[in-house]
């Protein structure tokens, strides 16, 4: 992927409607042909930032850079971006034809020209037999499909997509984000893509930014978010059946710091801190697929407990036990599902964990 | 699921005394008290607003001899339109016998004109308000529909002075001013509403289409708008046909429109009064709002369903 220079650049960018503050003293970079997700919950200022990024909403504070231009105050058209929306927003009125070319005929591209992209776009999209209708005789895919070749049309540099698969069931969602990263590998485009869904991030994203708050949590590869998230938000918004998490104390006894939490003690000889920890109050996070079950000895850590509640999920099934007097969930492929109130045998190597600062919840 | 497999399914389960049959199949039609007295209220009711309607026909179309026998629910013995012409060419209002007719063209005159710049203003107003909100768009908004709980005979004497002071007074244009005035705050109020339920999204995309005001007004918005247009045409026509007061106060002696003149044609009070001409020309007055209630009968149950009631 050819990541040289930066496409969009967001510095210092905060916004406010009256006395609330929405987006507070942002900054973001964003490299050429990169898809970067942002990621939150509803609420937290994701789909306002592309708003902002899209020009659709004036920002109170800082700048907005596209492809090294300051775009800060120019209009949407003059901002070389594209935007696909969750409701398509695609025009009533207009045949399929008439919506994809509705953007050059506003900038008076000669006919030809619109002939010639329209065309194009259609091939890869694969629209072209839906052309001459309208968009209430097409289905939600074939919809979505027609509002990104609109901004296909247009020859933009930046593609901005705001929740665009969110409309559709799960079965179509799941192609249309396949076809998503075709798309992607074979324009090169830069892309900036606001989702809620975990799996979209996790699968289209370079980089994944994690918001919350109007604040950029985290900004990393998807692997780095799920392994290493660098504050307990992240930690529990990423991942699915959530990671989970035990309250307790960080010792130290000899040369070995300890995780307690009343009864059981966790090793953390083979944990990487971020910096020389200090004992006190802390959440040890483990994810549920990164627990062995019945597996024998040889864990670093290991523990036998009580089946509390069983989950079948089809693929694999959530089991629930307690560890140190708290929730603790195990996945453990349907095969070897246990039954109720059995006692089972678990183990984990604490290099995988997350330790987070039972105060402020960053990473420790 | 096709009707042949319905039909196949059905003789299994007429066998009888199955476990647990609870129903099925069409639901069946009942006939109870309560549907029986609804509907007599509904005819009776009809009936009581027909009766009028009933007695203006017939006695439009009879002759005076017949009227004066005083037979008001009888069919006309002798069914003439005579009537019907006099009151559109013959009757008189004052010295003029010119019948109702001129005040017909005044009122289409006054209409068409009014209907058309009060739609197109009120859907402009709509789309700015809803789509490009600026400081003070919410006040400016909640004052024009503050406007349509203002007493009309309130302004009257103000607006009098105002038309006059600039030369419009009892004049036509005057009176499409003074009607495109009034349809303002309800017409306003029915477009925002209308834009406000379309996705704001759609707005979006023509803006970054590279759309402006007008192109997204004009190519997206305006050929959305068709079935609010119909309910505003309706609201407009009748309402500005059917007006007397502001006819009477600033159209002006020439321009008075076909109310006034029905007014005057009734009351005049020299010579006999001729009820069937007075009945054959209240109808004609009366015709062309009922005949848009005829027509548009479906988009105006669509308009009161989108918050446009207008006594």
Sequence with gaps: MAQNGTSVSIQDLSLSFGVISVLHTLNLDVAEGEFVVLLGPSGCGKSTLLNCIAGLLDISEGRIFIKGKNVTWEEPKDRGIGMVFQSYALYPQMTVERNLSFGLRVAGVPKDEIAKRIARAAEILQIEPLLQRKPSALSGGQRQRVAIGRALVRDVDVFLFDEPLSNLDAKLRAELRVEIKLLHRKLQNTMIYVTHDQIEAMTLADRIAVMKGGVIQQLDAPQTIYNRPVNRFVAGFLGSPAMNFMDGRLEKDGGDWHFAAEDVRIPLATYAFEKEPTPGPAVFGMRPEH???NSGAGWPFAATANVEVVEPMGSDTLVWLKLGG?????RVTSERTPNNADTVSIGFDPMRASLFDAQTGSRL | MTAGQITAIQPAQEAP???????LGPKPRRISAGRIGLYAFLIVAALFFL?????MIVTSLKGMPEIRLGHLFNLPGEPTFQPWADAWLHACTGRDCNGLSPGFYNSVKITVPSVVISIICASINGYALTFWPYKGANFLFGLLVFGAFVPYQVVIYPLIIGLSSVGL??????????HTIFGMPILTLLFRNFYAAIPVELFKAARVDGAGFWRIFFHIMLPMSLPITVVAVILQVTGIWNDFLFGIVFAGRPNWPMTVQLNNIVNTTTGVREYNVNMAATILTAAVPLLIYFI?????VRGIAAGAVKG
């Excluded at chain 2, 005394?17 to 129903?23: F, I, L, T």
């Design chain 2, 51 to 55: 009766i009028p309607v009933y007695i």
């Design chain 2, 296 to 300: 548009s009968g479906r988009w105006f």
């Design chain 1, 326 to 330: 708290q929730n603790f969930t195990v």
């Design chain 2, 169 to 178: 007074f009892a004049s036509l244009p005057g009176i499409i001013i003074v």
């Design chain 2, 17 to 23: 005394d199955q476990a647990g049959v609870g129903p």
């Design chain 1, 291 to 293: 627990v062995a079950f």
